[in-house]
C-alpha cells in the first residue's frame, strides 16, 4: 500500500490557496504527488488528510482514498500512525509513504523504496535521505511505540533502528513545497 501524507495546515505558505493547491505549470502540487504514486502503485492508495478537506483538495486526489487524521495538529508522526493504521485495517505487508508537498518525487522513486529487500527503505536524493519511506509491517509495532519528536514521521524509528534500514539512490528531488519562495523555483 502506497500512502501520501498532506494533514498539515501548510502555515509557512503565504498563498491565497493552500500549498496544496499551488499550480505548477497548471496542475496542483497535490495532485502531481498523487500522479506519481498512482503510477507507481495502480489503485493501493490512500492520502492522509486533516487540516484541509475541502472539495478543491478532494478533487485534487484524482479518487484516492482518504484517511481522515483527527489529530494532525500534533504533527507529523500521528499521519504516519494513521497511514500504518490504514495500511493494516487492509491487510497490507508494508506501507510506502511519502509527503503530498514534494511533487517531484517521481514513480520510479516509489517503486525502487517499495521493492527494496529490507524492513525500512529511504529514498537518497544525491546521498541525502528524503521521501517515500518503506515500512514493512514487522515494524509497525516498534513505530508505534517510539516517541520522539512529532514532527519526525519515521526518522526516530530510522535512528533507533539504522540495521532495518536501506538507503535506495533515486532520481528526482524531494525537494518540498513549504513557502511560496519554494514554488517559484519550480514554476
Known sequence: M???LAA???ERFSGPV???LAPIRGVPVLTLSVRAMVEAAGQDCAVVLGADISAELLEALEGCTTVVNPQWRTGQRSSVLCAVGHARAHGAAQVVIGLGDQPFVGADSWR???AADAPIAVATYGGRRGNPVKLRSDVWELLESTGGDPDAGARTLMHMHPELVVEVACQG???DIDTREDLTKWI
Open 2 to 4: 502506497h500512502v501520501l
Open 18 to 20: 493552500h500549498k496544496l
Open 112 to 114: 525502487a523504496v517499495a
Open 173 to 175: 528531488s524531494s525537494d
Open 8 to 10: 498539515g495546515a501548510g
